[in-house]
């Protein structure tokens, strides 16, 4: 028996019970990679990113692990969701424009001391000031930086299109209207380099695109650690208390930890490990959230259909964002059809193995989308189910 099929016997005999479309997280391989964020990090702290896990539970259980510190949220929403929970370190890492959650924070003293927001434009201070509604409290700030690489001279750009802000001399000059602004303490940098984290440089059967991504990166991560270090220097000249310097992600965390500006990772992706973290040379996690779907129909020889499949990733359309069929092994998708909305035919061998009612195990292509198509994950250990926990769906919270 090959790992995976002993890992579908398990899996299968945990769920026997359970009625698919059913959720579970590995505990086993969801705590083996945690262990292997701590190692990559190499002493420096891993915050958290909670878009990548969308369950409390799990969040709390990894934050109680040594060398995890703190959590990177997507909304503001859900930061204050977080900190009224108990969490007291939540970096919200994109801008908001939710006025009321502002005025929530600027009233809420706990919220206010937990939570810090990300700006990298003068119009979002004004934004929140707009929004305090007579909210005294003081608001933590983030600057974000952009790292996307620039060759040719500035025709050719690599990178996501986040920050507009690239120079030391612009982040110095945020951090200077940050620091004059009363109501505003600014704490930290952030720059999130999505190009070298994101993008994996070992994609089978694509040797030549691995090698320029590789290329593309060596290049990337020696222009960044260099503009970060400046940069990372210009903002605590203006603002010598900075608290933090966040950089990274799953697929970096060992090249940004080199890095002496930065201070602390960030990292989500790597607990669950979802199908597009594979194609990476630096590091090999486990698979640890998984969906099953219900086998429906047998249409004819080497085919059986499931019900439902159609959980495309956000990002680029393409095959790439679709959801892999892992168990068992063998099984692709029916060209002409795909995941479908409702049901999802399957080809290949393996099917004609597979009886009415039985489990077809998938992987997502992202991390935590998977849960917000599912109320609960089922907590595997062995070949048991030792708890179910709700999602962030699973708990009325559909943040974005």
């Known amino acids: 028996m090959t790992p995976r099929a002993a890992d579908r016997a398990r899996y299968d005999r945990a769920t026997a019970a359970l009625d698919a479309p ?6 086993e391989a969801f705590d083996a990679n945690a262990d292997d964020l701590v190692r990559r990090a190499g002493g420096k702290p891993v915050r958290v990113a909670s878009k990548s896990v969308r369950c409390r539970a799990l969040l709390e259980r990894v934050l109680a692990r040594d060398g995890f510190a703190g959590v990177m949220s997507f909304t503001l929403a859900e930061s204050l969701w977080l900190a ?3 969490f007291e370190d939540v970096l919200l890492a994109y801008p908001s424009a939710d006025r009321g959650g502002y005025a929530e ?31 005294t ?17 500035g025709r050719v750009r690599i990178g996501a299109l986040r920050s507009p802000l690239r120079t030391p001399a612009q982040l110095a000059e945020l951090a200077r209207s940050v620091v004059r602004r009363p109501g505003f303490r600014l704490v930290g940098l952030m720059a999130y380099e999505g190009h070298v984290a994101g993008v994996g440089d070992a994609v089978a059967g694509r040797p030549l695109r691995s090698r320029a991504v590789r290329a593309m990166q060596a290049v990337a991560r020696r222009e960044l650690a260099e503009r970060r270090a400046a940069v990372a220097g210009a903002v605590r000249a203006v603002a010598p208390d900075l608290e933090f310097v966040n950089g990274g992600g799953t697929g970096s965390v060992q ?7 930065v201070t602390e990772v960030a990292a989500g992706s790597g607990l669950y490990v979802p199908r597009l973290f594979d194609d990476y040379s630096s590091f ?3 698979p640890a959230a998984l969906f099953a779907l219900p086998v429906v129909r047998r249409p004819g020889v080497g085919v059986v259909t499931v019900l439902g499949g159609g959980y495309p990733a956000s990002g680029a359309a393409g095959r790439d964002r ?4 892992y168990l068992p092994e063998g099984l692709r998708y029916d060209p002409r059809e795909g995941p479908g909305e409702v049901q999802t035919p399957l080809l290949g061998s393996p099917a004609d193995d597979l009886r009415i009612g039985d489990k077809v195990w998938f992987r997502h292509a992202k991390a935590g989308e998977l849960c ?28 974005l």
């Open 372 to 399: 917000e198509r599912f109320e609960t994950l089922h907590l595997v250990e062995g070949d048991r189910v030792v708890d179910a926990v709700p999602t962030y769906r699973g708990e009325g919270r559909t943040f």
């Open 255 to 261: 090249h940004t930890v080199a890095e002496a500006a």
């Open 105 to 135: 924070l600027a009233r809420d003293p706990k919220l206010a001391a937990a939570v810090t927001v990300t700006v990298d434009d003068v119009a979002q201070l004004d934004l929140i000031d707009a929004a305090r509604a007579g909210g």
């Open 137 to 153: 409290e003081e608001v933590r700030v983030c600057l974000e930086m952009d790292t996307a690489l620039r060759l040719l001279g």
């Open 22 to 27: 059913v959720a579970i997280v590995d505990l």
């Open 322 to 325: 679709l959801p892999v069929p």
């Open 284 to 286: 090999s996690g486990r």
């Open 84 to 86: 009224r929970a108990g």
